[in-house]
Structure formats: C-alpha cells, structure tokens
C-alpha cells in the first residue's frame, strides 16, 4: 500500500514535469519567430522554410554580376566569375551550407536582378546593388557591405570635370534599372540618357563617342577606367550608394545568415582582406 502511494507520488512528479516542459515548449514556439532568425537551430521551425530548402538543395543560388570588373566578372576563357561580390556571396555559402564551393552563380544585371529574385530564380542578389527606399518595398536587404557613391566617367581630354559640368546639352550613358539614371536625371534636369542592358554596353557606347560621359557608382567606373588608359573617372561623388544584399521578402532568416556573416567577416578581418584584393585600398574606418 505503502509504495503503490509512493509511486503514484513519482507518478504526479512525472506528469507535472512534462506539463512544464510541454508549456515551455508552447512558449518557445510563440518567440519563435525571433528566436528562428537567430541561429542555427532555425533550420528546425516554422520561420525557416528558406534556409531549409538552401540546405536540402545544397547550394547557393546567388544573383551576380558577370560585366562589371572588380565585383563581378566573367572571364570568357576560363569562364570563371571573380570579384568582391563573389567572394562575398562565397563566405555566405561557407557560412550556411559549410562550403563556399556549394554556390551556383548567375547572371542578373541591373534590371533583371529584382525580378530574378521574386521570381524564385535566385536566393540572392550580391550585385553593386544601393540600398533605397523604392526597392525596400520590392525586397528586403542585408546591413551595408560596402560603401559606393555616383560618379562619372569619360574619354581623357574631356571638357567634362565634374557634375558641375554636366548640362541638359550632355549626352550621358547608362544602365537599365540602376540608381544612377534617375540620380543624374534629378541633378541635371532635362539631361539625355541613352540606357543599356548592362554596363558592358554602356562602357562600348562610350568607346564608340555614342555619349559624353558613363555614370554610375565611382568603384564600378575605376574597374572600367582600369580597363582602359584612354578612360579616367573624373569629380567627386554626388550621391551615396550603399550596398546591400537583397532577398525575398519575408525570408528574415536568410536575412539573419547574411548579416551574421558579415560580422563574422569583420571581425576576422576577412572583409578587409577581400575589400584590399578588388579595391586596391583598405576600407575607411
Ligand atoms: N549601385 C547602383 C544601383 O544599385 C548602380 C550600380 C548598378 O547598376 O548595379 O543601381
């Protein structure tokens, strides 16, 4: 009698101790949503279907540029894309799937990239790509990875100096979808602007005197003007242009992987690593 009461005592015990582990549960399922963003565990709950279907196709799909020197290039002989966006988008697959060779690279230019990623084609866009209040309405972005501002570029000997030069009689070239063409058009009001599919058109029309003057972010120019010696970008930079990495909507753990690995780049000095090797120049502090 004795110890039957005993064990229905145990009995009790075990029961309310799976109550409470039950209710805990219940609880960590309400912060889960906050909780999922933050680490690895996600991979388990509701908030990280995106990060789940990365992990189960074992790859990076990620949206690069493949005309745009220093940030992203494809050589045609070796057919190997190189740049700063690349090694990025590398350290992000490192980072989520353990091996920054599990990456699928591909194309999008400045106009296909946002489309390219609603679409369900890409998990990212690592591609020279500002951060604004109009595409933070289409996608959500990563904290800034670096720091670019509009500048413009034209054949040496130019009578063009600077934006102060630049009037509604220039004729200015530049690509589909990018900040840049709006930018110059509120600068310069009634200014003409030839836009291209791609900077690597751009770049060819200006070769050709189809236009005065390239524009678009200062770093993409110098990796133009490094191209060739008849080319110099000239003035300073008249707009900010910070860029983020873009991702679908909604897809906050993606956004959380990002993010944590930039942190990580910074704190290991990776990212100054990565910045000096395209960039030429450590990053300002
Ligand atoms: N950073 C600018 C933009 O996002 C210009 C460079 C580009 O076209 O990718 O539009």
Same mark, same amino acid.
């Given at each position: 009698m004795n110890k039957s009461k005993k064990s229905f005592k145990w009995l009790g015990a075990l029961v309310l101790a799976a109550m409470l582990v039950i209710s805990g549960c219940g609880n960590n399922n309400a912060g889960g949503k906050n909780a999922a963003a933050g680490?690895?565990? $996600? $991979? $388990?709950?509701? #908030?990280?279907e995106a990060i789940a279907k990365i992990k189960e196709r074992g790859k990076l799909l990620v949206g690069v540029k493949y005309? &745009?020197?220093?940030?992203g290039l494809k #050589?045609? $002989?070796? %057919?190997n894309v190189e740049g700063f966006d690349i090694d990025i988008s590398k350290a992000i697959a490192k980072h989520i799937l %353990?091996?920054?060779?599990?990456i699928e690279l591909k194309e999008v230019t400045s106009k296909t990239r946002i489309p390219m990623l609603n679409n369900g084609e890409i998990d990212m866009v690592v591609a020279t790509m500002t951060i604004t209040e109009d595409r933070k309405k289409e996608v959500d972005f990563s904290d800034v990875y670096f720091q670019a501002g509009q500048s413009l570029l034209v054949k040496? %000997?130019?009578?063009?100096?600077?934006?102060? #030069?630049? &009037?509604?009689?220039t004729k200015i070239l530049g690509s589909k979808g990018a900040t840049s063409i709006k930018n110059i058009k509120e600068k310069v009001p009634g200014v003409t602007v030839l836009e291209f599919d791609n900077y690597q058109d751009a770049f060819s029309a200006l070769k050709a005197g189809q236009g005065d003057a390239l524009t678009t972010d200062d770093a993409i120019l110098y990796g133009m003007a490094s191209q060739d010696p008849d080319f110099e970008v000239v003035g300073e930079p008249f707009t900010d242009e910070p860029y983020g990495i873009a991702i679908q909507k909604g897809n906050s753990d993606v956004v959380q992987a990002v993010n944590d690995t930039l942190a990580e780049l910074k704190e290991s000095g990776d990212y100054d690593a990565i910045y000096t090797k395209w960039i030429g120049k450590a990053p300002a502090k």
């Open positions: 680490g690895n565990n $996600a $991979a $388990a709950s509701g #908030d990280s005309d &745009t020197r220093l940030f #050589d045609p $002989a070796s %057919g %353990g091996d920054e060779n599990a040496k %000997g130019s009578p063009i100096k600077g934006l102060e #030069d630049v &009037t509604k009689d």
